[in-house]
């Protein structure tokens, strides 16, 4: 893909929250780059920096929270040195977001309509009367039944389903270059956790637009994304298409993460979770951010960080494992110095 085409780029980034404890180290050093068009996910546990990358780029972080570090990119340009006013026209119209719970998203004390007029009267040039009518437009776009009449609802008399949908209607409504999906799925039951996702990968397909999928799942975005980031301790561990990821794993947290997920074909089998717990990010290791729950930690795994290192065609991971594996192939091979 040709520079012209990338949308957004993402170097080096740092994001920290202050606290009376500390700081809180929630992204470290991270680096992507995001075509138009494509799809990328960023999966990880609770705590793992997803959802602050999310916000880092759409700048809308905590008072205590602030990028220390690095560049995000839009088409050239660094929003990390914009002001607000920039970044009030760069929300919505540019780049939107859908939160993970959309109760909580919506305000109850004003209809659907209202809220879905009010974010278009905001980004655009458009009329009330105008506005009403592509709320109606894009409620029946995302498959809402009778828009009419839901325009006129609060969020309690939809379902949870129905409230995701306007929520992406919300999202979509002034056609942005970027959509940022934060765990969109996970308040949904399966069968409407498909649906959203099958409205998402059409509503792409129509509009041409650039998804950054967040979850904890890598069984959702499975089908989905053109590359999956995998974020433990705010770092990137490993990173590839979604066949490298499933197929080839090459990190011990993406490969515990794998071992959780239920199989269709096995269903017998039992899960192996990850043991431990969730890195304290006000005290990072000074190694391996993974490597106190790691059962094939190493010694050098406790002191010294691991590059990202290519173990396959657009396939990298950050793990001493693979420098281990390339190092014994040699020795075998009579290669080994």
Not at 15 to 43: C, H, P, Q, W, Y
Request: charged letters at 25%; proline letters at 4%.
């Amino acid at each position: 893909m040709s520079e012209n085409n990338t949308l957004l780029q993402v170097e080096n980034l740092h994001t920290s929250f202050f606290t009376d404890n500390g700081e809180v180290r929630a992204v470290n050093g991270l680096t992507f780059r995001l075509d138009a068009g494509k799809t990328l996910g960023i999966v990880g546990e609770s705590g793992s920096g997803k959802s602050v990358t999310a916000y880092s780029i759409m700048q809308i972080l905590a008072e205590t929270g602030r990028i220390v570090e690095g560049s995000v990119k839009f088409k050239g340009e660094d929003l990390t040195k914009w002001n607000a006013k920039q970044m009030q026209a760069f929300r919505g119209s540019k780049c939107s977001i859908i939160f993970q719970d959309p109760m909580t998203s919506l305000n109850p004390v004003f209809t659907i309509g209202y809220q879905l007029e009010e974010a278009i009267l905001l980004h655009t040039d458009k009329t009330k009367k105008e506005a009403k009518e592509r709320a109606i437009e894009m409620l029946t776009l995302v498959g809402v039944n009778e828009p009419e009449a839901r325009v006129k609802q609060y969020p309690h008399e939809l379902s949870g389903g129905m409230r995701q949908r306007v929520m992406i209607a919300m999202a979509l409504a002034c056609e942005p270059d970027i959509l940022i999906a934060d765990e969109p799925t996970t308040a949904l039951d399966v069968t409407i956790q498909a649906q959203i996702l099958e409205l998402m990968q059409e509503l792409q397909k129509k509009m041409g637009m650039a998804i950054i999928m967040v979850t904890h799942d890598l069984g959702v975005i499975a089908s989905m994304c053109d590359e999956i980031l995998v974020m433990y301790g705010g770092r990137v561990c490993e990173r590839g298409t979604a066949d490298a990821i499933f197929y080839h794993p090459a990190h011990e947290y993406t490969k515990g993460l794998l071992r959780s997920i239920p199989r269709a074909d096995n269903m017998n089998e039992r899960l192996v979770p990850i043991g431990g717990t969730p890195i304290n990010l006000l005290q990072m290791p000074e190694g391996c951010a993974f490597c106190p729950r790691c059962d094939a930690a190493m010694k050098i795994c406790l002191t010294q960080k691991p590059d990202e290192y290519r173990v396959g065609d657009d396939h990298l991971a950050s793990c001493w494992m693979n420098v281990k594996e390339l190092y014994d192939s040699q020795e075998e091979n009579g290669n080994g110095e």
